[in-house]
């Protein structure tokens, strides 16, 4: 399973997963209680049940690179142009808005 911690305005609220079933996004609690937390997406209300989907989330698909700059991050990392969620992980730590996707390093016993 890979999965990345989402941020808003540097600030982290949620994680998003990818499994053999699809798709998983969930905010934090610690994020939910903060009395200024806003949505990452107006497709993601904040609520703390998680958001699941058999493909890559519109909203998160969107914040990969497309055209000539695809073609370099896919070359650059070697990551097939199909793999939404590892071009998510690579190319979108430091995305123009408010969010960003970071890697998270999973444990063998996970």
């Not at 941020?7 to 609690?29: H, M, Q, T």
């Not at 969107?62 to 590892?86: C, F, N, S, V």
């Not at 998510?88 to 430091?94: I, N, S, T, Y």
Request: hydrophobic share 40%.
């Amino acid at each position: 399973m890979r999965k990345g911690k989402v941020f808003w305005n540097d600030r982290e609220a949620g994680l998003i997963r990818e499994s053999d079933e699809g798709y998983e996004f969930v905010y934090l609690a610690s994020y939910l209680e903060q009395i200024n937390a806003e949505p990452v997406s107006l497709t993601f209300p904040l609520q703390s049940e998680p958001f699941r989907s058999r493909t890559m989330f519109s909203f998160f698909d969107g914040l990969i690179p497309e055209g000539w700059l695809l073609d370099i991050a896919a070359d650059t990392w070697k990551i097939d142009r199909r793999d939404r969620m590892g071009l998510l992980l690579a190319c979108c730590k430091d995305c123009i808005g408010a969010v960003s996707v970071l890697p998270v390093e999973t444990d063998e016993n996970e």
